[in-house]
């Protein structure tokens, strides 16, 4: 019979019987999880909550759990960059799908509602500072995904070629990858949102187009990533974790949808005069309509 027992080297779970990042147990997990960038935003998430009942914190991942009414809700933190949503995403999803008793994968799997709250910076004009958008896809200019096999819908692959023919990535930079939103979830949030694709870059500075000694290799990205279009398609923002939440989802079959609150304009070189604020108005419109899913 086929040994399908998970070794101990491979899903690491901690002396509290959680897993070894997150330090989270699977009672401890919702099925509804938010996911933010900043450890400090998590309390700034979970403040809105009626009740908190699980509250942990290792390395950068803080994570409460509780509930709005009776809607239960996790929030985590996953820190900065698309590994360390490798680590989370993979975390989730053990908590939800796989028995940590027998260290098996369990026959019934649960998909997942994962929603990111962050902030991002607008590439056009139309975008601007202190506004709402759901990212329709998640282009990744980081290289997590060629990591994992995965299948691209039809859609997916003609967008992808066609920003390889507007956009030039030079080889051994990036192999970029696009994955779609849930369309379910990117339903719910239309009213007050911008929609567009979202460009995931493995770091702030060059990577989005920002020097400030160092000179860049890629001085056209940020003029071509505005400039792109396909059909009523157009790139929206960038940020660091929407490529892997939506890579990630897909591979693990969770529904992910990830909203942002633009900071920084890069068009009109504006930054938010008060970005506490915007992010607590993303989380209050978002947290208004995530209760109800
Ligand atoms: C960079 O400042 C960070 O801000 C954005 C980027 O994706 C990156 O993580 O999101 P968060 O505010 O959610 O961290
Ligand atoms: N987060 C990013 O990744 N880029 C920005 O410009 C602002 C927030």
């Known amino acids: 019979m086929e040994n399908n027992r998970i070794a101990e080297s491979e899903l690491i779970l901690n002396n509290r019987g959680a897993v070894y990042h997150l330090d989270v147990r699977p009672e401890e997990l919702a099925d509804t999880i938010i996911t933010v960038g900043d450890p400090d935003r998590v309390e700034v998430v979970s403040k809105h909550f009626d009740k908190v009942e699980v509250s942990r914190q290792h390395r950068e991942f803080v994570t409460h759990t509780g509930y709005i009414g009776k809607k239960r ?6 820190g900065i960059g698309t590994d360390n949503i490798d680590i989370v995403l993979n975390e989730l999803d053990a908590l939800a799908n796989i028995d940590f008793a027998s260290r098996t994968i369990k026959s019934q799997l649960t998909a997942l509602k994962v929603i990111r709250l962050g902030t991002s910076g607008s590439l056009q004009g139309s975008v601007p500072v202190d506004s709402f958008v759901v990212s329709s896809h998640g282009l990744g200019l980081d290289n997590l995904l060629p990591w994992y096999q995965f299948e691209n819908t039809a859609a997916e692959k003609d ?7 507007q956009v030039v990535i030079q080889p051994g930079s990036a192999k970029p990858t696009l994955f779609s939103a849930s369309e379910a979830l990117a339903n719910q949030f239309k009213d007050g949102y911008h929609t567009g694709i979202t460009i995931t870059c493995p770091g702030f500075y060059a990577p989005q187009g920002r020097a400030l000694r160092g000179k860049l290799s890629h001085p056209d990205l940020l003029d071509q990533l505005t400039a792109f279009t396909d059909g009523a398609h157009f790139i929206s923002n960038f940020e660091m974790e929407t490529s892997a939440i939506y890579g990630l989802g897909r591979i693990l079959g969770h529904d992910c949808l990830s909203i942002s609150v633009i900071v920084a304009n890069r068009v009109k070189k504006e930054f938010s005069k008060d970005g506490g604020a ?3 108005a993303l989380i209050q419109k978002s947290l208004g309509i995530i209760e109800k899913l």
């Open 73 to 78: 809700i996790t929030v985590v933190s996953t």
């Open 159 to 165: 967008l992808l070629a066609a920003f390889g023919k």
């Open 278 to 280: 915007a992010v607590e």
